[in-house]
């Protein structure tokens, strides 16, 4: 099968669910939680299918910019859902879903870029999957962080909106989002360590900027998160550190790659 049927199937279903989530809460209603995750449910079975398809056209795993994308949106939307059966997440979903919409469709169209196949050995795609799951917590976080902002703004200017009233606590929302950066802390340490196990040499020409950047990254989250503890951070100041971690975080996976496949072609 190509992989054009069941992308044009999991954006339309995104698009689906992003409307009736949307228009939900619009009317101040909370949506049917069973129909809103079947909807997303179907949408990442797609997803899914034409993520492998682009994934394994050519010998090893080819993992371009816009497969990449693609990927981490997949993994952020099911964790998100997994998350929404025990803790309050769902307007997370709200602003999640168009990026799957998004980036599965900039996968099925846009072309790549110049990228060489990746090793399938086991401990490749353990380093793999661990970075992707902590850029997927972490992207949580980030959006979680506006969420909060955005909640904390319009209660001090007692006007909260229609999406803000379903919103949980503000207490609550804030400890949804150490929640998230602890657990993404935790994967990235685990993905960094990955990384100097398996990869042959992380300080190679074409990973420096990343390595370095990613470790960075775990720096600012490491010193936001013992803020937290210690100092009792929150706030904007947490919000604060947490974008400049997860900047820090992209530009070294997604700008790395932007350059080498767009612009160096290597």
Same mark, same amino acid.
């Given at each position: 099968?190509?992989?054009?049927?069941?992308?044009?199937?999991?954006?339309?279903?995104?698009?689906?669910?992003?409307?009736?989530?949307?228009?939900?809460?619009?009317? @101040?209603?909370?949506?049917?939680?069973?129909?809103?995750?079947?909807?997303?449910?179907?949408?990442?079975?797609?997803?899914?299918?034409?993520?492998?398809?682009?994934? @394994?056209?050519?010998?090893?795993?080819?993992?371009?910019?816009?497969?990449?994308?693609?990927?981490?949106?997949?993994?952020?939307?099911?964790?998100?859902? $997994?998350?929404?059966?025990?803790?309050?997440?769902?307007?997370?979903?709200?602003?999640? $879903?168009?990026?799957?919409?998004?980036?599965?469709?900039?996968?099925? #169209?846009?072309?790549?870029?110049?990228?060489?196949?990746?090793?399938?050995?086991?401990?490749?795609?353990?380093?793999?999957?661990?970075?992707?799951?902590?850029?997927? $917590?972490?992207?949580?976080?980030?959006?979680?962080?506006?969420?909060? $902002?955005?909640?904390?703004?319009?209660?001090? @200017?007692?006007?909260?909106?229609?999406?803000?009233?379903?919103?949980?606590?503000?207490?609550?929302?804030?400890?949804?989002? #150490?929640?998230?950066?602890?657990?993404?802390?935790?994967?990235?340490?685990?993905?960094?360590?990955?990384?100097?196990?398996?990869?042959?040499?992380?300080?190679?020409? =074409?990973?420096?900027?990343?390595?370095?950047?990613?470790?960075?990254?775990?720096?600012?989250?490491?010193?936001?998160?013992?803020?937290? =503890?210690?100092?009792?951070?929150?706030? =904007?100041?947490?919000?604060?550190?947490?974008?400049?971690?997860?900047?820090?975080?992209?530009?070294?996976?997604?700008?790395?790659?932007?350059?080498?496949?767009?612009?160096? @072609?290597?």
């Amino acid at each position: 099968m190509h992989p054009l049927l069941p992308s044009l199937v999991a954006s339309a279903l995104y698009a689906g669910a992003t409307f009736y989530q949307g228009l939900r809460l619009a009317r @101040h209603e909370k949506p049917n939680k069973p129909l809103l995750a079947l909807l997303i449910a179907v949408a990442l079975l797609f997803h899914g299918s034409s993520l492998f398809m682009q994934l @394994h056209a050519a010998p090893g795993l080819s993992l371009d910019f816009f497969n990449a994308a693609s990927l981490i949106a997949f993994a952020v939307i099911l964790l998100t859902l $997994l998350a929404c059966l025990r803790i309050p997440v769902e307007n997370l979903l709200l602003v999640l $879903l168009p990026l799957g919409l998004l980036t599965v469709l900039l996968a099925q #169209f846009l072309p790549s870029g110049t990228v060489s196949p990746i090793d399938e050995a086991p401990g490749i795609l353990a380093h793999i999957l661990l970075s992707i799951l902590a850029y997927g $917590l972490l992207t949580m976080a980030v959006f979680q962080s506006l969420l909060l $902002l955005m909640q904390d703004y319009q209660l001090k @200017h007692k006007h909260p909106s229609g999406l803000i009233r379903n919103f949980p606590p503000l207490q609550t929302m804030e400890s949804l989002l #150490f929640g998230f950066l602890w657990a993404g802390w935790a994967l990235l340490s685990l993905s960094l360590v990955s990384g100097w196990l398996f990869v042959e040499n992380l300080f190679a020409q =074409h990973l420096a900027h990343k390595t370095i950047l990613s470790c960075f990254a775990w720096v600012v989250f490491g010193v936001l998160l013992w803020g937290r =503890h210690r100092l009792g951070w929150r706030g =904007h100041k947490a919000i604060r550190w947490t974008l400049a971690g997860f900047c820090l975080l992209m530009l070294a996976y997604f700008g790395s790659k932007l350059v080498r496949e767009f612009i160096l @072609h290597v």
